[in-house]
Structures are given as structure tokens and as C-alpha cells.
């Protein structure tokens, strides 16, 4: 067996300290208030039906994360609510926007348009396809808000392109950044591979494709258990979607559900932590 990414053996708390981003910092200081490592992605089409199963889950998560360009009825007044209950029940929210362009239009679509993404949402993530130009212009928006940003390293999806050559590529852009903005990946394993916390380098390892029932959909959507994600990949936060919002039952089991998960994933982290 190899041995464990350092990072994976400390805990979420002592990490703080390791970052200066603000948005990194809440969502350590969250995870560890609140001894959480989910985020759910509550991708439902309308933006009514979102803010009920934010209600339901937000006690478990220290993170939404959504798709705001799947709600029939995105409004203002949506983001306004879903920032009250981000601050009333404590959680992170992050607009999985998948910004793809070069650096001068992807700062407007970050800051304009219906939705203006950087009022609203703490966290957003970007494909690095473009070159450096997109942090440069994702971050002329968010930093001086404090935002954070993630980099899609790799996918979950089957056949993904994101693979060897390109992951690694990704992790060399976002150090050669640095981490004022960009604070870590969207990825399926530690990508962030020489990166040392004793050195002060930290990154946030944030995995979709989670799932306790179902091991994939029927469009490449590929699920691994928690254990799988915390432990043996070293992913630090699980994003689940269908999982919990989908459960079948009613409001109750999905909050249940998403409790369900936070325990699965608090233990795994546990666990991870206990391999010293
Ligand atoms: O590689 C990825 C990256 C992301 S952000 N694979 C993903 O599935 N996602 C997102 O995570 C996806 O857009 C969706 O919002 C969520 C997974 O949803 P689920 O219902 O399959 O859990």
C-alpha cells in the first residue's frame, strides 16, 4: 500500500491556518463546527422546490452546491434567500458553473448577466482548457470578495478526457497561481500530489460521483461509496446529488438521507485520521 497523502492525516481543523482565502477558511472552520464533509448538489429545475430541500439537508452539509441555470424560475430573490439560510443554518454555497472561456468573458459571465454568480456564491469551479486566463479573469470578479475557486482536474464521468497529463497540468496552473483564489479541485483522487503541509501548502479535494445505492446512471455517471472517496481516494469533502434530493419518501428522508451521508462521511474521515 502506499503511503497516505500527508494532507488526508490531518485534521480539517488544523488546516485553517494553512490557508489566507476566506472562503477556504469557512469551509474548514464549517466542517469542523458542524463535523461535516458533505455537500449536496441540489440539482432540481426549480428554484422553490431547491430552497425546501436546502431547509431539510442544510443541518448536515457544510455546502449547497447548485446549478442556478436549471431553475425555471431563478430569480434575485432566490439568491437572497438561499444567502439567509447560508448564514442562518451555517453552510457554504457553491454554483457548479463549469466557467470554460477565456479570461475576459468568463469575468462576465461571473459577474453579470441574470444571475451574477459572484453576489451570490461563495465557491465556484472552472475547466483549466483555456490557460491561466481564466483564473486571472475569474478572479479579477471574486478575490477581492473574498470567493474561492476550484479547478476541474478530473471527472467522474465515464471516458472522461480530464486523465494523466491533464490533471497534472491542472495542479501545476492552480500553484502557479497560488492560492489567494483558486483553493483547490474538483477531483476524483489527491491530485494536489507533492504538496506538503508542513511546507503551508494546502488544498481542498472536492469529489462528486458518491453514492450509497446505485453504482452509476445511464449517462456515465459513475458512483463510489464514501469510504471509497475519504479514505482510499483522500477526497476531503463528498458532493452528493440524486443520492439524497432523490430519495424516495418524502421531506423526512431526505433529511435523513442526507444525515445518513454526513455520518458515512464524518466516519471515513475519522477512520482516515486514526491510520497515523
Ligand atoms: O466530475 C464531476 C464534476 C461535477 S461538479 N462529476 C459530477 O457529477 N459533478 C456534479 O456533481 C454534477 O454536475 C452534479 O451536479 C453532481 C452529481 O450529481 P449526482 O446526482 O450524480 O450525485
Redesign the pocket.
Given at each position: 500500500m502506499t503511503a497516505p497523502h500527508p494532507t488526508t492525516l490531518l485534521p480539517y481543523a488544523e488546516r485553517i491556518k494553512l490557508h489566507s482565502n476566506p472562503t477556504a477558511r469557512r469551509i474548514l472552520e464549517i466542517m469542523d463546527r458542524k463535523k461535516t464533509n458533505l455537500a449536496v448538489?441540489v440539482?432540481v429545475t426549480s428554484a422553490a422546490e431547491a430552497l425546501e430541500v436546502v431547509k431539510r439537508v442544510g443541518a448536515s452539509v457544510c455546502m449547497v452546491?447548485t446549478?442556478c441555470d436549471i431553475f425555471e424560475d431563478f430569480s434575485p430573490a432566490f439568491t437572497e434567500e438561499l444567502v439567509r439560510l447560508s448564514k442562518e443554518l451555517d453552510f457554504v454555497i457553491f454554483e457548479?458553473r463549469k466557467f470554460a472561456d477565456i479570461g475576459n468573458t468568463v469575468s462576465l459571465q461571473y459577474s453579470s448577466g441574470v444571475h451574477k454568480i459572484a453576489s451570490w456564491s461563495d465557491l465556484t469551479n472552472a475547466h483549466p482548457v483555456p490557460g491561466p486566463g481564466i483564473i486571472k479573469g475569474l478572479a479579477t470578479v471574486g478575490q477581492p470578495l473574498g470567493r474561492g475557486l476550484l479547478l476541474?482536474a478530473e471527472?467522474?464521468?465515464a471516458g472522461s478526457l480530464a486523465v494523466g497529463g491533464y490533471t497534472e497540468q491542472t495542479f501545476d496552473m492552480a500553484r502557479k497561481a497560488g492560492r489567494d483564489f483558486v483553493i483547490g479541485f474538483?477531483a476524483q483522487n489527491r491530485v494536489d500530489k507533492d504538496a506538503s503541509p508542513e511546507k503551508g501548502e494546502d488544498w481542498l479535494i472536492m469529489s462528486?460521483?458518491?453514492?450509497l445505492a446505485a453504482k452509476g446512471d445511464s449517462l456515465g455517471?459513475q458512483y463510489r461509496t464514501p469510504r471509497e472517496v475519504v479514505i482510499e481516494a483522500g477526497a476531503d469533502v463528498i458532493?452528493?446529488?440524486?443520492?439524497i434530493y432523490g430519495v424516495q419518501g418524502g421531506e423526512q428522508a431526505v433529511k435523513d438521507e442526507a444525515e445518513r451521508y454526513r455520518v458515512e462521511g464524518w466516519k471515513a474521515y475519522e477512520e482516515r485520521l486514526a491510520r497515523k
Open positions: 448538489s440539482d452546491k446549478h457548479d476541474l471527472m467522474s464521468s474538483i462528486p460521483g458518491v453514492g455517471q458532493i452528493v446529488g440524486r443520492g
